[in-house]
C-alpha cells in the first residue's frame, strides 16, 4: 500500500508542475515548450492542457493518493485508472503535436508502471470493487 501512496503523490506532483508550466505565463517557454507545438491542436495556447493537468491528472492522483492513505479500496482502483488516464493523455499529446520527446516517454512509461502497480496490488489483495454489494 506504501508504494501505491507514494506512487500517487509522486504522480500528483509531477501533474502539478506540468499545470503550473502551462498556466503561468511563460512558464512553458522556459521550459523548452513551445505555442508553436500546438499548431495541429484544437486550441491556441497551453491553457487547456494546463487545467487538465490541473484538474483531472493532479486531482486525481491526489484523491488517489488521499484514498490510498484512508486505507479506501476506492484509492487503488482510482490509482489504476489515473494511469489509463495518463497514458490516453500522452497519446493524444504525440497526436497532436506531431512529436514525440523523451519526457513523454517516461511519462508514458511511469502511466504504465502506475497502471500495472495499482492492477497488481488489487489482484493479489482481492481487493472488492468500489461501492460494491457485500454479502453478510
Same mark, same amino acid.
Given at each position: 500500500? %506504501? %508504494?501505491?501512496?507514494? @506512487? &500517487?503523490?509522486?504522480?500528483? @506532483? @509531477?501533474?502539478?508542475?506540468?499545470?503550473?508550466? $502551462?498556466?503561468? #505565463?511563460?512558464?512553458?517557454?522556459?521550459?523548452?515548450?513551445? #505555442?508553436?507545438?500546438?499548431?495541429?491542436?484544437?486550441?491556441? =495556447?497551453?491553457?487547456? #492542457?494546463?487545467?487538465?493537468?490541473?484538474?483531472? !491528472?493532479?486531482?486525481? *492522483?491526489?484523491?488517489?493518493? +488521499?484514498?490510498?492513505?484512508?486505507? *479506501?479500496? &476506492?484509492?487503488? /482502483?482510482? +490509482? $489504476?485508472?489515473?494511469?489509463?488516464? =495518463?497514458? !490516453?493523455?500522452? !497519446?493524444?499529446?504525440?497526436?497532436?503535436?506531431?512529436?514525440?520527446?523523451?519526457?513523454?516517454?517516461?511519462?508514458?512509461?511511469?502511466?504504465?508502471?502506475? +497502471? !500495472?502497480? &495499482?492492477?497488481? /496490488?488489487?489482484?493479489? =489483495? *482481492?481487493?472488492?470493487? #468500489?461501492?460494491?454489494? %457485500?454479502? *453478510?
Amino acid at each position: 500500500m %506504501k %508504494k501505491l501512496q507514494i @506512487f &500517487a503523490f509522486v504522480m500528483a @506532483f @509531477f501533474s502539478l508542475v506540468g499545470a503550473g508550466g $502551462a498556466l503561468i #505565463p511563460g512558464a512553458a517557454e522556459s521550459m523548452g515548450v513551445s #505555442p508553436e507545438l500546438l499548431i495541429h491542436a484544437p486550441f491556441q =495556447t497551453f491553457l487547456i #492542457p494546463g487545467l487538465f493537468l490541473l484538474f483531472i !491528472l493532479f486531482g486525481g *492522483n491526489l484523491l488517489s493518493g +488521499l484514498l490510498l492513505l484512508r486505507q *479506501n479500496a &476506492a484509492g487503488a /482502483y482510482l +490509482l $489504476a485508472v489515473m494511469g489509463g488516464i =495518463t497514458i !490516453l493523455w500522452i !497519446l493524444a499529446q504525440w497526436v497532436f503535436m506531431w512529436a514525440i520527446f523523451p519526457i513523454q516517454v517516461l511519462f508514458l512509461l511511469l502511466a504504465f508502471g502506475q +497502471l !500495472l502497480l &495499482a492492477w497488481r /496490488y488489487i489482484r493479489h =489483495t *482481492n481487493l472488492p470493487l #468500489p461501492f460494491a454489494a %457485500k454479502e *453478510n
